[in-house]
């Protein structure tokens, strides 16, 4: 029994210090407003999307995030609102969060409507609650003992989030800020009180049509870091080429590089292809590590589906632009 409460307690603690409580850098590829709240409605009308991470390939019953959201925008009031909902599960620990979504446009194109506006700054804020759970039933170690076999433990924490998106005619850049304001998560299992502090991201991206064909061609950089935890960096270049009024095929490569607290690097190599005929949206992204010691430099995939039903002219639509040219068909 000493001897496996001694393994229980080292691979606690290699879980505890794993523990995805900020799954950022691992889903904004998949769902932009987690990166950002100003991203919301940016595609106009409404979008719903659900997505499935798997981490650690090769490992039964590896971590995974799996994930919901639903934007809706209203071009006449300027107003984008949502929400989001996801589970990341990592053994005997599972996080759980649901988070409240609103954005307001600021419209600076005074040639076009509301609706067909390429010049704005979106103003986004959530508020969420997150929960925390311990399952002692799911360590395959100790399913043997009883006693520990019906503990659970769970703690609740609150959190909020702000993000401005400045975009003109298919330049955008962004400044988010998340888990605003410091708070404690109860301990569990006997741990001290864990602090979750803030973290900030800014995004630069550039959505060009080159040869006024059906190629949409989208670069992306996005840096971040968290206090006491991690450093990021991504450099990523996304492209779609329409089939017509409503099919797409696109793909994305990128690489990221992270550090953690104890300077620890991770850095991967990201490949991602999507097929959309409206209003459905397929896509599919792997991981590839190139080294380094933290929980994602085993590989990931994810799966995703999104579905878009645009109740008035995309915001994102370069043909409603001037200063790039103009593709012949535009999905959303």
């Not at 933290?294 to 878009?308: D, F, I, P």
Request: with cysteine; net charge neutral; charged share 15%.
């Amino acid at each position: 029994m000493r001897k496996q409460l001694l393994s229980f307690c080292f691979v606690l603690s290699g879980l505890l210090a794993f523990a995805q409580d900020n799954p950022m850098p691992s889903l904004y590829y998949l769902k932009d407003n987690l990166l950002n709240p100003g991203f919301t409605g940016l595609g106009g009308g409404v979008n719903l999307k659900v997505g499935y991470k798997q981490q650690l390939l090769g490992f039964e019953e590896g971590p995974n995030i799996k994930f919901a959201g639903l934007e809706v925008f209203s071009p006449k009031n300027k107003i984008g609102y949502g929400f989001n909902v996801a589970q990341d599960e990592n053994g005997p620990l599972k996080r759980s969060f649901v988070q409240g979504i609103f954005a307001y446009r600021v419209n600076y194109d005074t040639e076009e409507s509301e609706q067909n506006s390429t010049h704005y700054l979106s103003v986004g804020i959530t508020a969420g609650v997150h929960q925390h759970i311990l399952e002692y039933s799911e360590f395959t170690p100790l399913e043997s003992d009883p006693i520990l076999q019906a503990l659970l433990e769970s703690t609740i924490s609150f959190n909020s989030d702000f993000g401005l998106v400045y975009y003109n005619k298919g330049f955008r850049a962004g400044i988010a800020f998340h888990d605003i304001v410091p708070n404690k998560i109860e301990p569990l299992s006997g741990k001290r009180d864990k602090l979750v502090f803030p973290s900030g991201y800014i995004n630069l991206g550039y959505e060009f049509n080159p040869a006024e064909g059906n190629l949409v061609i989208y670069p992306h950089a996005v840096f971040g870091a968290q206090l006491n935890d991690f450093l990021l960096a991504d450099v990523n270049v996304a492209s779609r080429y329409f089939l017509g009024e409503s099919k797409f095929i696109g793909i994305r490569a990128g690489y990221r590089t992270m550090s953690n607290y104890n300077n620890i690097p991770s850095n991967h190599l990201m490949f991602q292809a999507e097929l959309g005929f409206s209003p459905l949206a397929l896509g599919y992204q792997y991981t590839m590590p190139l080294g380094g010691n933290q929980m994602y430099s085993m590989g990931e995939q994810a799966l995703y589906m999104s579905l878009q039903f645009n109740s008035n002219s995309s915001a994102k639509n370069p043909a409603k632009e001037k200063s790039i040219k103009k593709p012949k068909n535009w999905f959303n």
